[in-house]
């Protein structure tokens, strides 16, 4: 006897278990590329990437998946996000989503070259295309209040710029002047290395191991811009690097750790789901920063680790006590690189990028003008004088992509880092005293109940709401920011 | 002004392409597993398999696919071979791949746990099902003479059973009496180990790099079934195995390195076509074993190396002359299992299963008799008596994967290595004065114009025809292994 025909929600449960299947396969061929594929390879892995790409899409958008998602009942997560996504790739016409992949394919040898040669009239024309395109797809959700929602949405879901200048207000308000008094305050002596590379892996692996790094489902490897990819829950790849001359690899091991960590405690309910991964770009960065940021820097997780730091580096540590570490590591200084910047002041970096794609989105701002207005800018945030467009407008990849609407997530993720830091330390009374003993288990299981499980099963404000009793709100950060820096900088 | 429509051959090249890309991203899934993926990704690793395997089944099979095969005018190579895959590919219908696929996949445990016990009975049905899906497989191309000749197509384009047994008949014809005279003299000492593991990985290295291996295109890994596979025509990827008890690990990379200049030397133009790939499973593995054997068990090529090899192995080779070292590496011993057979005794294993899968094919054999035809046919062939199935019928995975019509490809590798071989050396007067002195160019380059560069544009008798001036024929081969080893042995 054939088995009975599938059910609508088992039929769209095998479609949406194929575009999961698609997505990290597609996540592998990057994992790859970034870590072991020969230099040789990359032409037809761009095309590979792209037809995997192609076949997802058309898949995404199959109108037969359309009909399956009316034939079925209900209104549980999985339906609820399959209809979002669904919804959303059917708005934006195939015309305008290959206009879009090629206008970034066309810019990123531009900025390139503008990079190089210092010469923003270079990337200009191809950054104009850039916007125009994001106009373009902007518009294909005419429901939302402010076209650059629709940007936010596809990294942050249900973001708005209202809401978002709101807490950027707030948090700019609180940062500028505590930053303003750190800068005015001496700056504590930083521990010169070399820092044995082969000891400073060793430590890594320790400190991934110690937060969730198990080595049956964990690969950790090495890349020149660090990462962490999901191929699958219990396939989670993270990447880092190092450097002789700083520990800074510690950091960004901690951070794809933490990254790693969601991926990894999803509810195995959700495997091959739509469901099965991180919800948002903000809240897979809260848990990033929380690992590098909240636990990694500071000085009861040090308490733990500092003797076996001493033991693998005694001659840069030797002279060095705990606590001048502690200041070390949490050294502010308003600077020009984003991606060098230190946590309290890494989020003007961000505010700064979000106001001008808000006024490029709005026309309020021309291409153009956005090195005179980025350089202003960086003196108002951050009182910083920016020499040359290379170390300003030309610094970052993202718009070069096409990417408007990922920077705010960055800052996202050290608030609500901070949100969940506060209620998690409430909730385990003895926390400090679990991580100065080396123990992540309370913090790690409480995350995993409070955030991780969920995968995209909740939305970024029901996880931040349930877990913290509150909306996003930049309070908590400044309050984190303020009573660890006051005492180190003794203001 | 929009883009012409792409006209029939665009559009044709266009499907092609994406079902190369798949294919490849398929063999890089296939790879990680293999190679980097941590255990836990192995069930989801499976699913990413299938589903990337049903899609591009659905590809191959599309009706558009070949409304389009229709449309194209010409028989040239790419159309030809385009055609021939949809035909065959649309004979099987999808009920039947599924069947065949999940039958596999019970069988695999089924065999895992038959050769543990060493109790067949708990495979045979298993093998029964296999069998039956596989006539049914064959029932679907009734134009064939036989009903074996569909299995050895899916492997061997175009070979037939006919000229299979005709070739081993004559094959083992040859191999029996000097085999048998072979294990009549006395064996030559061979060196005892150690031989340190990273000592031979740097040589492995250097013999891969001599032979045509390139960082910018190729990796080399460890893996415990060493294999080669195609990312793409310059992503490379070849796996060997080493043990300090052996050199074999030497000769499992020569080998994976002979696959994968077949891979890289096709020619560029039939990148991202169904056409830049190796032929068959048969002419790849003269390849593998002309690189392995021909030259890498010759006494010209340690000529070269040997001197190298003792300072990398002082102590296990300081006694050993180089001719002593010679007939070490080339030592004739009937012996139970194939992977560890010699290049003389290694076809008779081959025409043993070869004969048993027809007979089983042809109904003239019940797979419950399978056994006890096994160790007659280990008697008849080798003089080997078999103490136990698991060192017997149930020692290869071949058959739990349902494969019948593989077998053959490898005992055509030997011969049409030899027939290369032959015909290289009468092409290239210095060829072994070349290798005596390390260089591998002339060799490559041969091969490259005469085989590799053609991927799948000639089918495997043009091949041969071509490159060798005659159809597939086993003398040379036995000729081969007479010039060899009669003065080895002293016979």
Known sequence: MPDAAPTPLEALRARLAELDDLGRVGGLLGWDQQTMMPAGGGPARGEAMATLERIAHERATDPALGELLEQVDGDDPLVRVARRDYDRARRVPTELAGAMALAAADAQPAWLEAREKDDFAIFAPFLERNVELRRRYAECFPEADHPYDALLDRFEPDATVEEIRDVFG?????????????????????????????????????????????????????????????????????????????????????????????????????????????????????????????????????????????ELFPTALEAVSLEDFHRAINVVRPSLIRVEADEATYSLHVILRFDLEVALMEGTLAVADLPEAWNAKMKELLGVDVPDDRRGVLQDIHWAFGELGYFPTYSLGNIVAAQLWKAARAALGDLDDRLAAGDCAPLRDWLGEHVHRHGRALMPAEIIERATGGPLDPQPFLDYLEAKYRPLYRL
Chains 1, 2 share one sequence.
């Open 170 to 310: 707030r948090l700019r308000a609180g940062l500028v002047p505590l930053i303003e008094e750190i800068a005015a305050a001496p700056a504590p002596p930083e521990p010169a290395g070399p820092f044995d590379v082969a000891a400073q892996r060793e430590l890594a692996l320790e400190l991934a191991r110690a937060i969730g790094y198990a080595d049956d489902a964990w690969r950790i490897d090495d890349a020149v811009h660090p990462f962490a990819s999901s191929v699958a829950r219990t396939d989670i790849r993270v990447t880092t690097r190092f450097d002789a001359d700083s520990l800074t690899g510690l950091f960004a091991t901690m951070h794809e750790v933490g990254h790693g960590l969601y991926e990894h405690a999803t509810d195995p309910a959700l495997d091959r789901t739509t469901l099965g991964t991180g919800v948002s770009m903000g809240i897979h960065e809260s848990q990033s920063r929380l690992w590098e940021n909240c636990v990694g820097r500071s000085l009861v997780w040090w308490r733990h680790w500092y003797p076996r730091a001493r």
